[in-house]
Protein backbone atom coordinates (compact mmCIF):
# COMPACT_ATOMS: atom_id res chain seq x y z
CA UNK A 1 0.00 0.00 0.00
CA UNK A 2 1.64 3.01 -1.10
CA UNK A 3 1.40 6.94 -0.17
CA UNK A 4 0.37 7.80 -3.57
CA UNK A 5 -2.42 4.78 -3.70
CA UNK A 6 -3.76 6.40 -0.51
CA UNK A 7 -4.02 10.30 -2.22
CA UNK A 8 -5.37 9.08 -5.02
CA UNK A 9 -8.13 7.32 -3.10
CA UNK A 10 -8.60 10.24 -0.68
CA UNK A 11 -8.89 12.31 -4.23
CA UNK A 12 -11.83 9.99 -5.55
CA UNK A 13 -13.55 10.35 -2.34
CA UNK A 14 -13.40 13.53 -2.19
CA UNK A 15 -14.42 14.17 -6.20
CA UNK A 16 -17.13 11.13 -5.86
CA UNK A 17 -19.08 13.01 -3.18
CA UNK A 18 -18.59 16.89 -3.21
CA UNK A 19 -21.55 17.81 -1.56
CA UNK A 20 -20.75 15.75 1.76
CA UNK A 21 -16.65 16.87 1.24
CA UNK A 22 -17.91 20.21 1.24
CA UNK A 23 -20.23 19.63 4.02
CA UNK A 24 -17.04 18.58 5.93
CA UNK A 25 -15.16 21.14 5.02
CA UNK A 26 -17.62 23.80 5.85
CA UNK A 27 -17.67 22.28 9.75
CA UNK A 28 -14.30 22.42 9.79
CA UNK A 29 -13.73 25.95 8.86
CA UNK A 30 -16.07 27.07 11.52
CA UNK A 31 -14.90 25.21 14.11
CA UNK A 32 -11.58 26.30 13.63
CA UNK A 33 -12.74 29.73 13.79
CA UNK A 34 -14.12 29.26 16.80
CA UNK A 35 -11.83 26.59 18.56
CA UNK A 36 -8.48 26.30 17.13
CA UNK A 37 -7.54 24.40 20.09
CA UNK A 38 -9.86 21.98 19.75
CA UNK A 39 -9.60 21.37 15.95
CA UNK A 40 -5.60 21.41 15.84
CA UNK A 41 -5.91 18.66 18.93
CA UNK A 42 -8.58 16.52 16.47
CA UNK A 43 -6.21 17.17 13.48
CA UNK A 44 -3.40 15.29 15.38
CA UNK A 45 -5.52 13.02 16.63
CA UNK A 46 -6.53 11.85 13.02
CA UNK A 47 -2.67 11.85 11.96
CA UNK A 48 -1.49 9.79 14.82
CA UNK A 49 -4.66 7.10 14.47
CA UNK A 50 -3.79 7.33 10.20
CA UNK A 51 0.15 6.93 11.25
CA UNK A 52 -0.60 3.68 13.72
CA UNK A 53 -3.22 2.31 11.06
CA UNK A 54 -0.50 2.86 7.87
CA UNK A 55 2.08 0.72 10.55
CA UNK A 56 0.03 -1.81 11.39
CA UNK A 57 -1.28 -2.49 8.16
CA UNK A 58 2.29 -2.16 6.29
CA UNK A 59 3.66 -4.79 8.63
CA UNK A 60 0.73 -7.27 8.03
CA UNK A 61 1.67 -6.80 4.22
CA UNK A 62 5.23 -7.55 4.47
CA UNK A 63 4.38 -10.60 6.72
CA UNK A 64 1.74 -11.77 4.55
CA UNK A 65 4.80 -11.56 1.88
CA UNK A 66 7.65 -13.02 4.10
CA UNK A 67 4.48 -16.21 4.29
CA UNK A 68 3.67 -16.61 0.95
CA UNK A 69 7.41 -16.80 -0.25
CA UNK A 70 8.46 -19.25 2.60
CA UNK A 71 5.92 -21.64 1.26
CA UNK A 72 6.65 -21.13 -1.93
CA UNK A 73 10.40 -22.11 -1.16
CA UNK A 74 8.87 -25.31 0.90
CA UNK A 75 7.38 -26.39 -2.04
CA UNK A 76 9.87 -26.16 -4.48
CA UNK A 77 11.86 -29.57 -3.08
CA UNK A 78 8.57 -31.39 -2.99
CA UNK A 79 7.55 -30.40 -7.03
CA UNK A 80 11.23 -31.58 -7.89
CA UNK A 81 10.85 -34.93 -5.71
CA UNK A 82 7.53 -35.42 -7.88
CA UNK A 83 8.89 -34.82 -11.05
CA UNK A 84 12.10 -37.94 -10.30
Known amino acids: MGFEAL ?8 SDHTYIAGAILAA ?3 LAYFKIKLVLKAILA ?3 IGAIAYIVLFIVDL ?7 REK ?11 L
Open 28 to 30: IAV
Open 63 to 69: TSTGIES
Open 73 to 83: FLDRPNEAIDK
Open 46 to 48: CLG
Open 7 to 14: MKGGFDLI
